[in-house]
């Protein structure tokens, strides 16, 4: 157990949808990180958030969006789903944006039909 | 734009034996990561290399990094069932291009250790 918490672990909807994916970092990290995982695109950073503001950003659709509260936890909102989107979203966090490992949450599994 | 290549995508092996994976990437970094992930699992760490000539082991793996020859590798030695697995390795980039914390992570070697 990494310490990093992902809710909901699985979500099946409809395409067109929104979905909100929440992130609990590891006590005391600062950072954090959504990746996507899928079969054709493999692992992909998304986007990283360092003490409520934007660090850096990677192949995240307009479609996407994220944010991180003053709590530290985060949340990705994908709206507008294509059958594309379907993949597992991780969270990952780290103690600084200069960091020695990111630690991955158990992910969640997003299906959309 | 940052790429980073596995090699190779699947790994068969047999208990007993050692191999290696290899992981290059294109542009200069000096911090590489590997992961390993168990299949519908999350993403462990395993080493994190963060100069060149560092090496790292951890039971029957070994990690280093050459960042003049921008590669690592993670070894296998006497490989076990257990180690059955996907092992990533992820790339950061310098530490003075402004995006110093966005990983890229490789296509990953599936390794299958049979009995």
């Known amino acids: 157990d990494s310490g990093v918490t992902q809710t909901p672990k699985h979500l099946i909807t409809a395409t067109g949808q929104r979905v909100t994916l929440r992130c609990s970092p590891r006590?005391?990290?600062?950072?954090v990180y959504w990746y996507q995982q899928s079969l054709d695109q493999g692992l992909q950073f998304l986007i990283q958030?360092?003490?409520?503001?934007?660090?850096a950003k990677g192949n995240i659709l307009e479609r996407f969006s994220a944010q991180q509260f003053p709590d530290l936890h985060s949340e990705l909102n994908l709206s507008s789903l294509e059958l594309g989107d379907s993949a597992l979203y991780f969270c990952?966090?780290?103690?600084?944006?200069?960091?020695?490992?990111?630690?991955f949450g158990p992910g969640t599994r997003l299906l959309v039909l | 734009e940052l790429k980073v290549e596995q090699n190779p995508l699947f790994l068969s092996m047999q208990e007993g034996k050692n191999y290696t994976i290899y992981c290059n990437y294109s542009t200069t970094s000096d911090r590489l990561y590997w992961y390993r992930q168990d299949p519908g699992k999350s993403l462990e760490s395993l080493f994190v290399l963060l100069s060149n000539g560092a090496v790292k082991q951890e039971g029957r793996l070994m990690a280093s990094l050459d960042t003049k020859a921008r590669l690592s590798t993670l070894h296998i030695t006497a490989a076990v069932h257990d180690l059955s697995a996907t092992y990533f390795c992820a790339v950061a980039p310098h530490l003075n291009t402004g995006t110093a914390s966005k990983l890229t992570f490789g296509t990953g070697t599936r390794l299958q250790v049979t009995l």
């Open positions: 006590s005391g990290d600062l950072s």
């Open positions: 990952a966090s780290s103690v600084d944006s200069i960091q020695e490992t990111q630690y």
């Open positions: 958030y360092y003490n409520g503001e934007e660090r």
